[in-house]
């Protein structure tokens, strides 16, 4: 595997269903990163994870909840979501968190997630 | 707080010709970088290229240059000799100091025709 993957690539869940969004990067890099890309609107950055240490939470409503274990490996936990929820939620990295104006985020292809 | 602006929801343009593809930012850091990705319909983001704040010369990647004035806050991308592959959103970036102030613009989506 190279680069930034996601699994599933899609999902559909019920709003009572707990479910985890998973990215891995094999690209050694320190910051990881946690977008949503909703229809008609600019990509939202959701968290910032930079050497396994959450530095940023944009007001995301604590329905989702992101978990970064090791730098390779973050993950975004959903519980009890909405349909307004369903979207594409893209992962990224960098290799560094400060100074990133000099650091190019790589991004994985995605989960489409559907909330019924 | 930094804000793009991509005024171009949708752009065409002929196969084999060029076309440029607005952005204009907003930002109170003095050190920043530009990006500008490409999300065909498969949904992955593709990074283009990059032009940071200092850089004196435009940026250029193959086929891809930036036209950055700083004076005027824009950073358009430019794609000469576009192909059928070049259809897809084209996304403006602005990168500040630090990783949370990495913010997109709307996008522009570009349908090259035969």
């Known amino acids: 595997e190279t680069g930034v993957t996601q699994t599933p690539r899609h999902l559909v869940m019920g709003m009572t269903n707990k479910k985890s969004l998973k990215c891995e990067q094999h690209?050694?890099?320190?910051?990881m990163y946690w977008y949503k890309q909703s229809a008609k609107k600019p990509l939202e950055l959701m968290f910032v994870?930079?050497?396994?240490?959450?530095?940023e939470n944009n007001s995301v409503p604590s329905r989702f909840s992101p978990e970064c274990p090791n730098s390779s490996h973050l993950f975004l936990h959903l519980h009890t979501l909405q349909p307004e929820d369903s979207a594409l939620y893209l992962c990224?990295?960098?290799?560094?968190?400060?100074?990133?104006?000099?650091?190019?985020?790589?991004f994985g292809p995605g989960t489409r997630l559907t909330v019924l | 707080a930094q804000k793009i602006t991509q005024t171009q929801p949708g752009m065409f343009v002929q196969e084999k010709e060029a076309v440029t593809l607005d952005c204009t930012y907003d930002?109170?850091?003095?050190?920043?970088?530009l990006f500008w990705y490409k999300q065909p319909s498969s949904g992955e983001m593709i990074f283009l290229i990059y032009?940071?704040?200092?850089?004196?010369q435009n940026a250029t990647e193959g086929r891809y240059s930036l036209n950055f004035q700083k004076a005027r806050k824009s950073a358009n991308l430019v794609i000469s000799a576009s192909q059928l592959g070049d259809s897809a959103m084209y996304f403006c970036?602005?990168?500040?100091?630090?990783?949370?102030?990495?913010?997109f613009g709307p996008g522009t989506r570009l349908s090259v025709l035969p």
């Open positions: 970036a602005i990168g500040g100091h630090y990783g949370q102030n990495f913010v």
């Open positions: 990224a990295s960098s290799q560094e968190l400060v100074r990133v104006a000099y650091n190019e985020q790589f």
């Open positions: 930002t109170s850091d003095p050190s920043y970088g």
């Open positions: 994870y930079s050497l396994e240490e959450r530095v």
């Open positions: 690209l050694g890099h320190n910051a």
């Open positions: 032009q940071g704040s200092y850089d004196q």
